[in-house]
């Protein structure tokens, strides 16, 4: 059947959909590696993650008071398809994880998400390593439309790194969720395709070894890449 074609359309995609699901191939950094969560993971991440508080935003409570745990809650993510785990490994040793989440080849967009890193990790050079991985993973490997970023509402440090590594703020989707039989409001944030080649060279550009003194201090913050 016809459109009239006085109606608004939105531009044709020109893209062969659906798009690949993603394969949890490793990913090689120069600061990190990103392999797919495994059970041998499970004392090294136990050994990560001491604090409570960590886990505030995330689905889970604290999963780890003892390696058992570990293992069982290691075990279980790691045969999910959706979420598809990753495990953050610096010096070979874990040090967080990641996941690829709301998976949705038919329409080529993909969400980052259920991210834990241990505290040397966060706010380092290597952490947004770990985040260009993945980008130029979903952008150029399995050539996905858009890539999303979503978090609780209240998160302040989650949204203010969703916006230094380059995310578009979209809205607020009121009460959303339930989270641990609290209310939870999400914040949506995302990179489209067309805009991955200018993020791409900022994180290029900020991750050079150059970039950084001989004490690891930033030159150049990636705001202002």
Not at 28 to 46: I, K, M, N
Not at 92 to 113: D, K, N, Q, W, Y
Not at 115 to 136: D, K, N
Request: aromatic share 12%; proline share 7%; net charge neutral.
């Amino acid at each position: 059947m016809s459109v009239p074609t006085e109606q608004p359309l939105g531009r044709l995609v020109d893209l062969d959909l659906p798009r690949p699901a993603p394969d949890q191939r490793p990913l090689s950094g120069r600061l990190v590696a990103l392999q797919p969560l495994s059970e041998s993971h499970a004392d090294g991440l136990f050994d990560c993650f001491t604090d409570p508080q960590g886990w505030t935003y995330l689905g889970d409570d604290m999963p780890f008071a003892t390696k058992t745990d570990a293992w069982r809650w290691t075990a279980d993510r790691a045969k999910s398809r959706d979420p598809l785990f990753y495990t953050v490994l610096q010096d070979a040793r874990p040090v967080g994880f990641c996941s690829l989440m709301r998976i949705t080849p038919e329409h080529g967009v993909i969400e980052i998400g259920y991210i834990h890193f241990a505290p040397a990790l966060q706010g380092s050079a290597a952490s947004t390593e770990v985040q260009y991985l993945m980008m130029r993973h979903v952008f150029e490997d399995l050539g996905y439309r858009r890539y999303e970023w979503k978090c609780n509402a209240l998160n302040a440090p989650s949204r203010q790194a969703a916006l230094r590594l380059g995310f578009s703020f979209e809205g607020i989707f009121r009460q959303a969720q339930v989270n641990k039989g609290r209310n939870r409001d999400t914040a949506w944030y995302a990179i489209l395709d067309h805009e991955w080649p200018a993020q791409k060279a900022r994180f290029e550009t900020w991750l050079d070894p150059r970039n950084f003194d001989a004490d690891g201090g930033q030159k150049r913050r990636l705001q202002d890449v």
